[in-house]
């Protein structure tokens, strides 16, 4: 049954509208129903009472997603403010700074695949703090943390748990080569991977070295866009999670004599116990589960 709508003189309540900006970054309501551990039944409520009060439609549904109105975008943005004052006004009272500054960490993965979306979507939501954000080796993101310099390291490590570090997901490695061209099953693997030390590397190295494969390292770049260039080229080989595959890329296999890989796991390691931090930890894990690289995640 449609809801007539009727000019609202309501009140916005607060939590209401924490739903509703939920349900946008989120992109569904079962995923935002689960990030503010309600059912989506009580989240289409939440915007049913919200769009009652508001007095207009915020969203268009379809059996399988929505989009904003005019009246929704409008609200959106106010919706924004209404509640980072409210975050504000709250830590001032609690005699807690209202800003906070989280240096992080991120291998490239992170960083060029899908991080820029999270850190967007978390600066809408925490306006007053401040991000600075290192690309690097794993490895090395941990040393710094380890060393006081950093709050939140996003890493990967391939069969095994580093000390200190939570397991966010799994995703396949995959071989990646270029699409149109010969690969040669008897030849030695010629391999373009990132510097020691570097995951990925040791994981194809040491799969094609238990495979009995012969391979030589021809090309080393501490850029994966400089990895995928090699392979898009059919200089090399390269091993990547499968997210990472661009066009004019395909996967080679068994067919092709080379080993299967161990599967990239993804974790986050934290410095500090601060809300923020928490906070966009919780939403890259969230993104990762529910997209595992496969689409563009929306937080």
């Known amino acids: 049954m449609d809801v007539k ?3 609202g003189n309501a009140a916005l309540d607060i939590v209401l509208l924490r739903t509703f900006l ?16 309600l059912t989506p039944s009580a989240v289409s409520g939440h915007i049913r ?4 009060a508001a007095g207009t439609g915020l969203l268009l549904r379809t059996t399988r997603s929505f989009r904003l109105t005019p009246a929704g975008e409008l609200l959106y943005a106010y919706a924004r403010n209404i509640v980072s004052l409210d975050q504000e006004v709250r830590a001032r009272l609690r005699n807690a700074p209202a800003e906070e500054h989280l240096r992080i960490g991120a291998s490239e993965d992170f960083a060029g695949a899908w991080l820029p979306d999270v850190l967007q979507a978390f600066r809408r939501r925490n306006p007053g703090a401040s991000v600075q954000l290192r690309v690097g080796v794993t490895a090395d993101l941990v040393g710094e943390l ?6 939140l390291v996003f890493g990967k490590q391939c069969g095994r748990v580093p000390a200190g570090g939570r397991l966010m997901w799994e995703e396949e490695l995959v071989w990646a080569f270029d699409a149109d061209g010969a690969f040669d099953p008897a030849a030695n693997v010629l391999l373009a991977v990132f510097p020691e030390p570097c995951v990925y590397r040791e994981a194809a190295i040491a799969a094609l070295s238990r495979a009995g494969k012969s391979w030589r390292l021809v ?3 501490s850029s994966m866009a400089g990895c995928l260039a090699a392979a898009r080229a059919g200089f090399a080989v390269t091993p990547v999670a499968r997210s990472q595959l661009r ?4 996967v080679l296999g068994a067919q092709d004599g080379l080993p299967e890989l161990p599967d ?7 410095a500090t116990s601060s809300r923020v ?3 966009l930890a919780s939403a890259v894990d969230a993104s990762g589960k529910s997209s595992r690289f496969r689409s563009s995640p929306r937080w």
């Open 5 to 7: 709508m009727e000019p």
């Open 22 to 37: 939920e349900v946008v970054d989120a992109g569904g309501f079962a995923l935002a129903g689960e990030r503010l551990a």
């Open 49 to 52: 009472r919200l769009e009652q």
């Open 146 to 151: 380890e060393r006081g310099n950093l709050d």
């Open 219 to 221: 090309f080393e770049s």
């Open 247 to 250: 066009s004019g890329l395909r």
């Open 264 to 270: 990239a796991q993804f974790y986050v390691f934290t």
């Open 277 to 279: 931090a928490g906070e």
